[in-house]
């Protein structure tokens, strides 16, 4: 694997608060990430015109944890296929019934994949319970028809044991050398969670509050691609 495969494999979270600073991150790093995760921040202020626009250069994940019931849910996965998304989210803790509503509606568009939050990285629950919950959590989504999930790194390995190698994992809560780790609890360095399996990283303000956020995507991916 290259160093291009491995930026496919990096998503970068646009947590900023307008368009204005998006373009100006989405410029800095357009060469050296595949995909960018617009969250609650950016898509509240922005919304869908700034994901068509984004959409021109990059891969898409909107971050926005769907968890309503599966009616709502089902309709907004519809309004995210719609919009032409690479990959969309809700929280497995919406139980059965909204995830199969929701892998209905997104079997409409095959270019997207559907994937839920298992227990969000920085819960501070026990690691031991915290990773029994996500395996869980990574059964019922995968019983139910999703693609993958969101999990830490820490969990990677069980799930892929027990849902497959090809159920995607994608893992926020990375940090390498001496970064603050802010609100995330079970975090890892990207060379960790290569070798775990993870499938995507998902870096935020490691790289976006970075003085030069092109040369920290790049340290990621050099350690990404170091455990290769
Ligand atoms: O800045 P940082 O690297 O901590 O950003 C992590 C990103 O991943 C944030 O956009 C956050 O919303 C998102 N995320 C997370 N934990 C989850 C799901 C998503 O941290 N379980």
Same mark, same amino acid.
Request: hydrophobic fraction near 50%; charge should be neutral; aromatic fraction near 6%.
């Given at each position: ?17 307008? &368009? ?5 991150? %989405?410029?800095? +790093? #357009?060469?050296?990430? =595949?995909?960018?995760? @617009? ?90 319970? &915290? ?5 869980? %959590?990574?059964? +019922? #989504?995968?019983?139910? =028809?999703?693609?993958? @999930? ?79």
């Amino acid at each position: 694997m290259n160093k291009e495969d491995f930026r496919q494999r990096l998503m970068v979270a646009l947590d900023v608060p307008n &368009a204005q600073e998006a373009w100006i991150k %989405r410029d800095q +790093l #357009a060469d050296h990430v =595949g995909w960018f995760k @617009v969250g609650l921040r950016l898509f509240v202020a922005e919304g869908a015109p700034l994901v068509r626009t984004l959409l021109k250069t990059h891969k898409v994940f909107l971050d926005l944890k769907f968890h309503d019931i599966p009616n709502t849910v089902a309709q907004a996965i519809e309004s995210a296929g719609n919009l032409g998304v690479q990959m969309v989210n809700v929280h497995a803790a919406g139980g059965a019934d909204m995830l199969q509503a929701a892998v209905q509606a997104a079997s409409a568009f095959p270019n997207m994949k559907l994937i839920a939050v298992t227990v969000l990285t920085s819960d501070s629950m026990p690691a031991k319970q &915290a990773n029994a919950l996500a395996v869980e %959590r990574a059964l +019922l #989504a995968k019983q139910a =028809g999703l693609h993958g @999930v969101v999990c830490s790194v820490h969990e990677v390995a069980n799930i892929k044991q027990a849902c497959g190698h090809d159920f995607i994992t994608v893992t926020p809560g990375i940090r390498w050398g001496n970064q603050d780790i802010q609100d995330q609890k079970r975090i890892a360095n990207p060379a960790f969670a290569i070798q775990s399996g993870s499938d995507y990283l998902v870096v935020g303000r490691p790289i976006i509050q970075a003085e030069n956020p092109a040369s920290a995507a790049d340290e990621a991916v050099n350690m990404m691609a170091s455990k290769s």
